[in-house]
């Protein structure tokens, strides 16, 4: 059974750098069948899709965050990262790292499973 | 970017009802491109139902889905007491995948 699990800081400084890692076991990331991904829920609100890639590296963006935002793997050690850049009140937020699933025309679709996600906060 | 819209926000039900939850599109996500998650507290969301209409493993069948273009619906057929909860849909039309603001459903 896939599994993930973020790790990285609980609170983070304002116009600091986050940044997150999300361990996949159960399962290689190496998968051509998958694309892994980075969503983002603000207490309270709706869920917001962060960033994905592919194990061959290419990368997608949520063009809102794009400018800030970094996501990253490493096949070796079945992990991808995320970075984001400048933080403010406003990417406090609880993080999730998702297993993206390929459509059968090869597009991105669904999430599954999410990992059980971290809380951000941003403050001084 | 697709926005969804979700409505209600809030359903008050009693268990063994029928519920129906609506997702409506901005622009056409045609048939195949819509997911549903339910999400407890403290959670992360969990895959219901894909491409519309079909199940995610080990999901019960009192849950289904329907719908196409731009309206889309979940349904619960009787509720049971670990149903309520707050439901998402999604869009993955675009390679920018979007979330509706959600339905909590909650205990009349």
């Known amino acids: 059974q896939l599994q993930l699990q973020e790790s990285g800081p609980r609170l983070v400084r304002p116009s600091e750098t986050l940044s997150l890692t999300c361990t996949v076991s159960g399962g290689s990331i190496s998968s051509s069948n998958y694309y892994w991904g980075w969503i983002r829920q603000p207490p309270g609100k709706r869920l917001e899709w962060v960033a994905s890639i592919y194990y061959s590296g290419t990368t997608y963006y949520n063009p809102s965050l794009k400018s800030r935002t970094t996501i990253s793997v490493e096949t070796s050690k079945n992990q991808f990262s995320l970075k984001v850049n400048s933080m403010t009140a406003a990417d406090t937020a609880f993080y999730y790292c998702?297993?993206?699933?390929?459509?059968?025309?090869?597009?991105?679709?669904?999430?599954?499973?999410w990992g059980q996600g971290t809380l951000v906060t941003v403050s001084s | 970017e697709i926005v969804l819209t979700q409505s209600p926000g809030t359903l008050s039900l009693s268990p063994g009802e029928r519920a129906t939850l609506s997702c409506r599109a901005s622009q056409s996500v045609g048939s195949d491109y819509l997911a549903w998650f339910q999400q407890k507290p403290g959670q992360a969301p969990r895959l219901l139902m894909y491409a519309a209409s079909r199940r995610a493993a080990g999901i019960p069948d009192r849950f289904s889905g329907s719908g196409s273009g731009t309206h889309f619906n979940l349904t619960i057929s009787r509720l049971e007491p670990e149903d309520f909860a707050v439901y998402y849909c999604q869009q993955y039309v675009s390679s920018h995948g979007t979330f509706g603001q959600g339905t909590k459903v909650e205990i009349k």
């Open positions: 998702a297993r993206g699933i390929l459509t059968v025309s090869r597009s991105f679709g669904w999430f599954d499973p």
